[in-house]
T-cell receptor
């Protein structure tokens, strides 16, 4: 079974803090993704990566950056956290190619106060 | 912007009934289609994938795809209270590897 592990289940940070969300997958997947999910807005793609050191902007990249130094690890960085970044953050990975489904981690519930 | 539309629901069915969940998509190049189940407070879980026109059955679940009509559906037979969840439709697009998600349909199965 694919295992996608997110480092924290719940996180509380203060406005202006730099926040790191970590994600690790154990299936040698090529693609990795960061989404946020908010009630009524569904899943929104922040960033994704096809390969090590590669990154592509999703639909809502503003206020976020990412890092993929190793194939199995994809980090989401909030440079200066704001209250409107309070959300559920979901990491996902996929094998690659056009027919690959996404496999999600358990999510990180981030609250910015 | 790729559009994936789902009935927002909520959809409520009695135990033992057939639940029908629908999804339409705008991008004609889409080739892969997935259904995810998401329980409250949990992450989405893949339950079905379909790539060719027609029906695909897996236990109590049947996915149906009609590319000409740009329509994909999920039928849940003999619905159980444990099927109560939000169901997300996901569709591939021209960007390799990326999936586009609908906002989900909330299903409640009452005993």
């Amino acid at each position: 079974d694919v295992k996608v592990t997110q480092s924290s289940r719940y996180l509380v940070k203060r406005t202006g803090e730099k926040v790191f969300l970590e994600c690790v997958q154990d299936m040698d997947h090529e693609n990795m993704f960061w989404y946020r999910q908010d009630p009524g807005l569904g899943l929104r793609l922040i960033y994704f990566s096809y390969d090590v050191k590669m990154k592509e902007k999703g639909d809502i990249p503003e206020g976020y950056s990412v890092s993929r130094e190793k194939k199995e690890r994809f980090s989401l960085i909030l440079e200066s956290a704001s209250t409107n970044q309070t959300s559920m953050y979901l990491c996902a990975s996929s094998l690659g190619g056009r027919n690959s489904p996404l496999h999600f981690g358990n999510g990180t519930r981030l609250t910015v106060t | 912007q790729k559009e994936v539309e789902q009935n927002s629901g909520p959809l409520s069915v009695p135990e033992g009934a057939i639940a029908s969940l629908n999804c339409t998509y705008s991008d004609r190049v889409s080739q892969s289609f997935f259904w995810y189940r998401q329980y409250s407070g949990k992450s989405p879980e893949l339950i079905m994938s379909i790539y060719s026109n027609g029906d695909k059955e897996d236990g109590r679940f049947t996915a149906q795809l009609n590319k000409a009509s740009q329509y994909v559906s999920l039928l849940i037979r003999d619905s159980q209270p444990s099927d109560s969840a939000t169901y997300l439709c996901a569709v591939s697009g021209s960007t390799l590897g990326r999936l586009y998600f609908g906002r989900g349909t909330q299903l409640t199965v009452w005993p």
